[in-house]
């Protein structure tokens, strides 16, 4: 799937380069400065690959490892555990650490503020890799956007949206496709409703396109 007309990619002459320099696999001292939660991408890995390591997390969303190389991400596997030495706990928690670590980084400044078709629109791109995984530290969601309740959406790895809380619905699953659709590494269709101190998972549905489209007409 070619990414949209506003999302840049890595050329592959970086990933592969970034690949070459690398961490090994068994590399724990090294790994674990780099590892964060990345959310499973919808589109399907390569035949062959190793299957990823997954958890359920708070608030009951399931996310996977990565290991941050720059312009690509190298999945963490469950038998990489073994080579790495380490518990299952220990990763989590190190990738946990890391993510709030990245998102001390993060300024409020970023988040850019919108109105799409008259509906208040808050984004944020990290640069840190980290933007959907926000919702696993609510306090830095507090902190970045501020305490009013909000729709947040991540269509993307390191993008998050926020919409008021009493958007449609509809709205927010077609707003949802349309930024996802844009880009390779689209993630699930999840929502997050946060009321300024807790985050729950909430579902988008589907979106009747025309009808949708009719209400930002």
């Not at 830095?140 to 008021?164: E, I, K, N, S, T």
């Not at 949802?176 to 929502?191: K, M, R, T, V």
Request: charged fraction near 20%; glycine fraction near 8%.
């Amino acid at each position: 799937m070619p990414a949209g007309p506003n999302v840049s990619v890595p050329a592959m002459a970086d990933v592969i380069r970034a690949i070459e320099c690398a961490p090994r696999a068994d590399d724990w001292p090294s790994v674990r400065k780099l590892v964060i939660p990345v959310f499973p991408r919808v589109r399907a890995l390569p035949v062959g690959s190793p299957e990823p390591l997954r958890v359920l997390l708070p608030p009951g969303v399931v996310v996977g490892f990565g290991v941050d190389i720059g312009p690509a991400f190298m999945a963490v596997s469950r038998e990489q555990l073994g080579l790495l030495g380490v518990t299952e706990a220990d990763l989590v928690g190190q990738a946990l650490a890391n993510l709030l670590a990245r998102a001390e980084q993060v300024e409020p400044t970023s988040v850019v503020h919108e109105s799409f078709h008259g509906l208040p629109l808050v984004g944020l791109q990290t640069g840190h890799s980290i933007g959907s995984t926000l919702v696993f530290v609510p306090d830095q969601l507090a902190r970045l956007f501020g305490r009013m309740p909000r729709l947040f959406m991540a269509p993307v790895r390191d993008v998050l949206l926020g919409l008021p809380n009493d958007v449609d619905p509809e709205l927010a699953a077609w707003l949802f496709e349309d930024f996802a659709s844009q880009d390779p590494n689209g993630l699930a269709p999840i929502g997050y409703r946060f009321d300024g101190q807790r985050v729950v998972t909430a579902s988008l549905s589907t979106p009747a396109l025309p009808a949708a489209r009719q209400r930002l007409a």
